[in-house]
C-alpha cells in the first residue's frame, strides 16, 4: 500500500498524487503546470495502459489537464469525480485540446515561414479529449463508492469551484484499512453561490494544499460589489474599457453575480446601460453548468434568488460572445463596456487579443480577480511590467492595472487551519503540497511547531508505505533547468523507458551488492552498444 508524490509538490500547478493497493493503480488528480516550473516532476510510477483509476478533486485545468494525455498513452480506466465536475469536464478538457491543436497549428505555419523543417505535434488532440470525458464516472456528493475490492472512495463538498472536493479514500490490504484524505483546493468562505468548505471527522493521512499558507485575506471582506462599481465608475467616466482576464469557469459566474447587483442597484452613474461581454465559448457553456447544477452546489443566498425566479448571474445588456468574428467585434465597439474573458492567467485564449487591443490606452483598466502565478502574464503585469510581447509585437502598459482585493477562491492560512485542525482526531501524517516552495515547507513547519501536527513538505517521487508509516524513499528537489517540448513516437517511449529506468535505480539502495553490481553491467553493456 503505497502513496507518491508526483505533482504539484513544492509547485502551485500539476497537481497528481499516485496510490498502489492490492495491485491496483490510482492517481488522484492529473493537471496541467501552468506558469514558471522550479522542479522537474517524476514520472508516473507505472505505465499509462497500466493506471485503473482516477480520483479528480475538480475540473480546474492544474488538476484535470493532463487526463487527455493518459488517455492519448493509453489508459482505459475510469475517472471517477462529483456530478457537476464531470458537466466541467466535458467543456474545460474539449477546451485544453483545442487549444492544444490551435497553438500547434499556429507554431507550424510560423515555422514554415522560417524554414524550420520540424512540425509541432499538440500535447495531445480532440479525439484524446472525447476519449476520457466517455470514461468519467459521475459521483455523488456524500455517497460511499465501492471502486474495486479493497478501495472505497466518497466526496465532500470543499467550497472551491462547482463541483469541487475532497475525497476520502478507504485503502483495505491484507486486511488492514487506512483511510487517506485528499483536500484537493479547498475554498474560501463566504463566496458568492458556493457553500463553504465541509469538513472531514478523521483519517489517517492527509495531503492538503497550502496555496495561500503564508497569506491571510482580509479580516473583515471587503465590499466587492462597491469596489467593483467604483473600478468601473472611473474607467468609464474616462471612456475606457475594463478588461477582467477571468477563469471561465467559477470566477466568471462570480463576477456575473455582482455585476448583476451593480446593474439593478444602478450603482454606476452615467453608465446604467453598460454592455458586458463574456468573451469565451467555455465561460458561456460552463455558466449553463452552473444552472444546472444550482440544486447541488449554490449557496443559501444563490437559492433564495433562484427561488424568486431570478437568474443570480444573468441581466441586462449581458452579451455572450461565441464565435471568434463576434469576439473581434468586441474591439470595434467605442461604447465603455467590461469585457470578462479567459485565460485567468493570460497565457493562452482571447484575453490575449483583447489585452493588445486595451493594454495601451490609458483610459482602460486591466482588472485581475484571482491568484497569478508566477512566471504568468498576469503575475508581470500586476509587478509592474510596462512592456509585454504579445503575439511577436511589443505593447506598451498605460492601461491601469488594479486587482479586485480580496476576491479568491482559496482559503487562507487560517481557513487551512480551520480545516485541517477539524478532524476530530490528529492524523498520522498530514503531507502539505500545491503551494509554492517557500510555502510547503513554512506551513508544514507552522502546522508541527503550532498545532503539533506531523506534517511534511515532500518534493516529487516521495515513496511513502501507508501500512507502515513510514517512508520508502525520500526525493530531492530536482532543479528544472529547461522544460522540454513534449515528446512523440519513439522517442517518447525511449524517453520514458530511461525515467521508469532512472526511479528503479533510485530504489535499488538495500540490494545486495552483487545484484546492484550485475544491474550496473547491464545497463554499461546497453549503453557501450548504443554509442558504437
Known sequence: MKLVFVGAAHEVTGSCHYLEVNGKHILVDYGMEQGVNTFENAPIPVEEPLIDYVFL????????????????????????TTEA???????????CAHIQMMEAEWKNRKAKRSASLTPEEPLYNMEDAEGIIKRIVPCNYGEIIEVCEGVKIRFTDIGHLLGSASIEVWLTENGTTRKIVFSGDIGNKNQPLLRDPSFTQEADYVVMESTYG?????????DY?????????????????VII??????????????????????????????PVYVDSPMAVQATGIFQENRMECFDADAMELVKANINPIAFAGLKLSITSDESKQINFNETPKVIISASGMCEAGRIRHHLKHNLWRPECTILFVGYQSVGTLGRNLIEGAEEVKLFGEPIQVRAQIKKLTGLSGHADKNGLIEW??????????????????????????????????????????????????????????IILKKKAKPASGAFARLLAAGQRLLAVIQRSDGLANKDMAKFTDQINAICDKMER
Open 57 to 80: 478533486t475538480h475540473a480546474h485545468v492544474d488538476h484535470s489537464g493532463m487526463l487527455p494525455l493518459l488517455y492519448a498513452k493509453g489508459f482505459r480506466g475510469q475517472v471517477f
Open 85 to 95: 465536475t464531470a458537466d466541467l469536464c466535458g467543456i474545460m478538457l474539449r477546451d
Open 214 to 222: 503564508d497569506r491571510y485575506h482580509p479580516e473583515s471582506k471587503g
Open 225 to 241: 460589489v462597491a469596489e467593483l462599481a467604483g473600478i468601473l465608475q472611473e474607467t468609464f467616466d474616462r471612456g475606457g474599457n
Open 245 to 274: 482576464p477571468s477563469f471561465a469557469v467559477g470566477r466568471t459566474q462570480e463576477l456575473l453575480y455582482f455585476l448583476r447587483k451593480i446593474k439593478v442597484g444602478k450603482m454606476v452613474k452615467g453608465h446604467e446601460d453598460f
Open 420 to 477: 485541517i485542525t477539524g478532524f476530530e482526531e490528529k492524523p498520522r501524517k498530514v503531507f502539505v503540497v500545491h503551494g509554492e516552495d517557500s510555502v510547503c515547507t513554512s506551513f508544514a513547519e507552522c502546522l508541527k511547531a503550532e498545532y503539533k501536527l506531523p506534517a511534511y513538505a515532500p518534493y516529487s517521487g516521495t515513496q511513502f508505505n501507508l501500512l507502515s508509516g513510514k517512508l520508502e524513499y525520500e526525493a530531492e528537489p
